[in-house]
């Protein structure tokens, strides 16, 4: 067996960098105890996870349905990232009092923020029910299949006694071949209690998204409230502080580079186990389709942001939403060219064909789908990043879906409220002149590249429009949904005013060139390509599952885990710097120092604090320096982290937290679809560096006081 797996290795080396050492996002019931030990781990798997007594799974929380927090104190103390909390920072904002700018710091538990709505989650059990699930569904396809699975769902749900704050939420693992069942407890009293200001939890913003070095304080501070009980209740003055089963020891030792480390938290989305062929039309085809529209959206507003001010201000936000994944693709794209990933999943299928030819017919069906599938494929990614990019065309939809609501009697007066406050949200930061050029030169783009089978019926219309912006620029000033141009002398940027006769509206807004416009886009489109990339996709997740199973029953040697799915997991490495391209080396950890080589005085990025530069020229570290004399900030390890991940704790051999995952490294954002130990590096704010904000800058040793910080 031995032999075997070392032959494996020579010529299959991807493969093992799926579950050997390095990757992986393990359901924490079924972690590889030894693995771990042999990397450097000193605690138990039964200490990170254990349904029947204090764990470390009771420290680690879904924040508010999309990030991870840990709770580190014995009041219910939760840290999650600065990111995470930026929406409930916000909202406690006024002009008056800007804690996005200032920062916040309650000076005792008296002063901490409600957040209505936010929620936490913890997870209390996890069981394996496929068994139960898959009771019945032996000669099962398709529709009949799905309805007979959710009625399985249902029924073992029912039978499961719970609390009123518990559910339980069963998930797919594996696709569709295997299923776990989740024990959730929710609270719903969750208070902000500190924040740095954006500049340090924000520092290098857009430019050093995705990147490193990185040297961002990315975290901020909740509370979890409970009843007098210590249970779960809605918000109320009377609720106290959380007494957790188990909370995080923070520690401020050193580290070094190939320390153990492992992340818990929720991660949300990874595809490691998909044919070459799948990865092959992502590469080549999708990821550079979005790639070439967002190009052409993001050079467009650039050229305006560099030459006016209030443009840079206005559009700061909008830019890096859409910076955001573009720079994420490229950074994909460059990895699975740089890991070879396409041609290692080739070898790995040969390899598996090799042990059962059964194989090769799924794959030649895989190969024979995707191919089908492509051109509608390619089509969805042009079309859907066009929609999202420009701001006119959104506008558009948002009033289509409105003249469809209006006139099948739907748009009763909360829904009216719900979409007046959408379009207030949208026409705050719109510039109908520079999103016109946007908006044509996307379509221009997507005129060009886009076969004729699929372009709207009345093209030559829509091609002279893209070709001449000039022609654009005067439809845009004509419409009414652009605020240019007005209906009855009222501009639909007065929200208010233009819903006043919504009959009068409504006839407007048909009428509309740029409303018929989309229209016209968005007809083609499910006319040609929506419902044909459905059906076709419903047939490749029928044999990606059978595919699925094919790999867990062929290759015996490989330890497997399931996809992210935004479900508690587990993923370990170690403390580890790259050599991400020829002759470029990086260290695993960044220093205030760093801080202060980017600071540039008044740029909305690497602005910083005067106190933070007073610390750092004063000295003033106390306990939180390294041997190098300076405070750690950021470090990067080989955990396999994705989006759901941010917050999550890093911990060490013993369980104590170091830092506080925040993002990964650009040349290695394609661990969604093939992790490699080389490329792959998660980003983290280091322990140390959290404390001195807390202590030092925040001057809140209120806060220190209630953790246990292991020195």
């Not at 032996?138 to 518990?166: F, M, P, R, V, W």
């Not at 047939?539 to 996809?563: G, N, S, V």
């Not at 792959?680 to 040793?701: E, G, H, P, Q």
Request: proline share 4%.
């Amino acid at each position: 067996m031995k032999r075997k797996i070392l032959l494996s290795a020579l010529f299959l080396p991807a493969v093992m960098a799926f579950g050997q050492q390095y990757g992986g996002m393990w359901i924490p019931t079924e972690l590889n105890e030894k693995e771990m030990k042999d990397l450097g781990m000193k605690i138990s798997a039964k200490d990170i996870f254990n349904p029947d007594k204090a764990s470390i799974k009771d420290a680690v929380v879904q924040f508010d349905g999309g990030c991870t927090a840990e709770v580190i104190s014995p009041k219910g103390l939760l840290l999650t990232n600065h990111h995470c909390g930026y929406d409930n920072i916000q909202a406690h904002s006024t002009v008056e009092n800007d804690l996005l700018t200032n920062g916040f710091w309650a000076k005792d538990m008296t002063g901490e923020l409600p957040n209505p709505g936010v929620t936490v989650d913890f997870i209390t059990d996890i069981k394996e029910v496929t068994g139960q699930i898959l009771t019945g569904t032996e000669n099962l396809t398709g529709a009949d299949l799905t309805k007979k699975i959710n009625e399985n769902i249902e029924a073992y749900k029912k039978a499961q006694k719970t609390e009123s704050y518990q559910t339980i939420s069963v998930r797919s693992m594996y696709y569709g071949n295997k299923f776990y069942a989740y024990v959730i407890e929710t609270f719903k009293d969750i208070r902000l209690v500190g924040a740095p200001p954006s500049a340090i939890g924000k520092y290098g913003s857009d430019t050093d998204n995705w990147v490193w070095p990185r040297h961002t304080g990315d975290f901020s501070m909740f509370r979890i409230y409970a009843d007098k009980n210590n249970k779960p209740a809605e918000y109320s003055k009377d609720n106290i502080p959380y007494t957790p089963k188990h909370f995080l020891p923070i520690s401020v030792k050193d580290k070094k580079e190939d320390d153990f480390t492992f992340v818990f938290g929720f991660p949300g989305r990874t595809t490691e186990y998909l044919p070459s062929i799948a990865v092959e039309k992502i590469m080549t085809e999708t990821d550079p389709a979005m790639i070439a529209v967002r190009d052409v959206a993001l050079k467009t507003l650039d050229e305006k942001m560099r030459t006016n001010a209030a443009t840079k201000i206005q559009y700061a936000s909008k830019y890096a939403r859409v910076a955001n994944y573009w720079k994420k693709w490229i950074g994909e794209v460059e990895g699975l060219k740089k890991s070879n990933a396409v041609e290692k999943k080739k070898q790995y299928e040969q390899t598996l064909i090799s042990k059962n030819p059964a194989i090769k017919t799924t794959i030649d069906q895989l190969n024979q789908k995707y191919n089908e599938q492509a051109p509608y494929n390619l089509h969805r990614a042009y079309y859907s990043e066009i929609v999202r990019n420009s701001e006119t065309f959104t506008l558009a939809g948002i009033y289509s879906n409105y003249i469809q609501s209006y006139e099948a009697g739907k748009m009763d007066a909360k829904s009216l409220e719900a979409l007046k406050a959408r379009l207030t949200e949208v026409y705050k930061d719109y510039d109908g002149e520079l999103d016109a050029k946007v908006t044509a030169k996307i379509l221009a783009l997507y005129a060009n590249k886009t076969p004729p089978q699929f372009l709207p019926k009345d093209f030559d219309k829509l091609n002279n429009v893209t070709k001449n912006l000039g022609i654009f620029e005067t439809i845009s000033k004509m419409s009414i949904i652009t605020g240019r141009g007005n209906m009855n002398s009222i501009k639909a940027t007065d929200v208010d005013k233009f819903f006043e006769d919504q009959k009068v509206l409504v006839e407007n807004l048909k009428k509309d060139p740029l409303v018929q416009m989309f229209g016209s886009f968005k007809s083609s489109y499910l006319e040609t390509t929506d419902a044909k990339v459905t059906s076709l996709q419903a047939d490749i997740d029928a044999l990606q599952k059978k595919y699925m199973a094919q790999q867990m029953e062929t290759d015996k040697e490989r330890k497997f885990f399931p996809d992210a799915n935004s479900t508690l997991r587990v993923t370990y490495g170690k403390v580890k710097g790259s050599d991400p391209r020829d002759a470029v080396t990086y260290g695993y950890q960044t220093h205030l120092a760093g801080v202060m080589e980017k600071y540039v005085p008044g740029d909305y990025e690497f602005d910083l604090p005067k106190k933070l530069i007073s610390l750092y020229n004063t000295k003033d570290y106390g306990i939180y320096k390294d041997k190098t004399g300076d405070v750690p900030v950021n470090f990067t390890a080989t955990n396999h982290t994705t989006g759901g991940n941010s917050g999550s704790p890093a911990l060490d051999a013993y369980g104590n937290l170091i830092g506080l995952n925040f993002d990964r490294q650009w040349e290695g954002t394609m661990s969604d679809i093939n992790y490699d130990p080389k490329l792959c590096r998660n980003i983290m704010v280091d322990t140390k560096y959290i404390l001195f904000v807390i202590d030092k800058y925040a001057d809140s040793k209120w806060l220190l006081n209630e953790m246990k910080i292991v020195k």
